[in-house]
C-alpha cells in the first residue's frame, strides 16, 4: 500500500510540473522589486512572451495603469468590454498598449486579456513612470 501511495504521489508531481512548464510564466522587475504573473494562451499573450525578455519604459496613466505602446500590432482573439480587474495585463489595440491595469475605477472598454499580476501590482501605485523588465521565467 505504501509503495502504492508513493507510487501516486510521483505522479502526480510529474503531471503537476508538467502542466507547470506549460504555462507562460513571466518574471517582472521594477524598481528592485520582483512580481510575477501569467499569461493566457492566446494569439497575442503567445506573440509579446515570444519577444521576452523585453525592458519597457511604460508610462503610468490615470493613476491606474502602467502602458507601453508598441510600434506593430498584434493579433487579437475574443476581445472583451467587461470589468476589468485589478493585476490584469491586457492590450488596447487600437494604440497597440500593452498595459498594467494596477488600480480599479469602474471603466470598461475594449481590450485582449493577456494574463495576471499574481501578487504585488500594488507597487505601480508609487512608482509613476518606470522602467520595466519582463523575462520568460
Given at each position: 500500500m505504501q509503495k502504492f501511495l508513493f507510487a501516486l504521489v510521483i505522479v502526480f508531481l510529474v503531471l503537476c510540473s508538467s502542466a507547470y512548464a506549460d504555462e507562460m510564466r513571466v518574471k517582472i522587475s521594477v524598481n528592485n522589486k520582483v512580481l510575477h504573473a501569467v499569461l493566457d494562451d492566446n494569439a497575442t499573450s503567445r506573440a509579446i512572451y515570444n519577444k521576452l525578455p523585453l525592458k519597457l519604459f511604460m508610462q503610468d496613466?490615470?493613476?491606474r495603469e502602467m502602458c507601453y505602446n508598441f510600434d506593430e500590432s498584434f493579433k487579437t482573439e475574443n476581445l472583451r468590454s467587461d470589468n476589468y480587474e485589478v493585476g490584469d495585463l491586457i492590450y488596447w489595440p487600437p494604440m497597440h498598449s500593452f498595459v498594467i491595469l494596477y488600480r480599479q475605477n469602474g471603466?470598461?472598454?475594449?481590450?485582449?486579456h493577456l494574463g495576471k499580476v499574481l501578487s504585488g501590482v500594488e507597487i505601480f501605485e508609487t512608482t509613476g513612470d518606470a522602467e520595466v523588465l519582463f523575462e520568460a521565467e
Open positions: 496613466l490615470y493613476s471603466e470598461k472598454f475594449r481590450r485582449q
